[in-house]
């Protein structure tokens, strides 16, 4: 399963654009907005609410997850090719890296240790989500989106 959800995580992330509010191509930087979320099939809870739309996306995908938890939430300016690290709560960091931004389209290389490296590009119409590792019964997953206005 865990190979089924890193390729539909993979897949979500194609055909996003940026907000033109958001990114500063003469500056290539780019703000997004990280949620942390824990998923499980512990319990029903979808906490907050608009995790529902990240829970239906889940169900259409066939993956058992019924729980969606928010642990973190916060807003990262990237700049082009300068590192940028968040500590999980599983104790990794997460490191976020802008490698372009071209036509209100950003190119963010996602960097988890022990899991696979790969490069996304963001956008205005949905999120992004990349599985970030085991934590306490479940499984934490990023959000990458424009920051909320």
């Known amino acids: 399963m865990r190979t089924q959800l890193a390729a539909v995580l993979t897949v979500l992330a194609l055909g996003l654009t940026l907000s033109p509010l958001a990114a500063h ?3 290539q930087k780019v703000k997004i907005q990280v949620d942390v979320v824990l998923v499980s099939d512990k319990s029903d809870t979808v906490d907050p609410p608009e995790l529902a739309q990240m829970k239906e996306k889940f169900r259409k ?3 058992s ?3 969606f938890k928010r642990l973190s ?3 990262v300016e990237l700049i082009k ?3 940028t690290e968040l ?3 599983n104790g990794v960091n997460a490191t976020l890296t802008l490698r372009s931004l071209k036509d209100s389209t950003a190119t963010v290389s996602v960097v988890i ?3 696979a490296a790969v490069d996304v590009e963001l956008g205005n119409q949905g999120a992004v989500y990349q599985r970030a590792g085991k934590h306490v019964g479940g499984e934490l997953i990023l959000a990458l989106s424009p920051p909320a206005k």
């Open 61 to 63: 995908q066939n993956f």
């Open 73 to 75: 939430l916060e807003t």
């Open 87 to 89: 500590r999980l709560p």
């Open 81 to 83: 090719d300068k590192p």
């Open 25 to 27: 191509a003469q500056d």
């Open 113 to 115: 240790p022990r899991l």
């Open 65 to 67: 997850f019924t729980s």
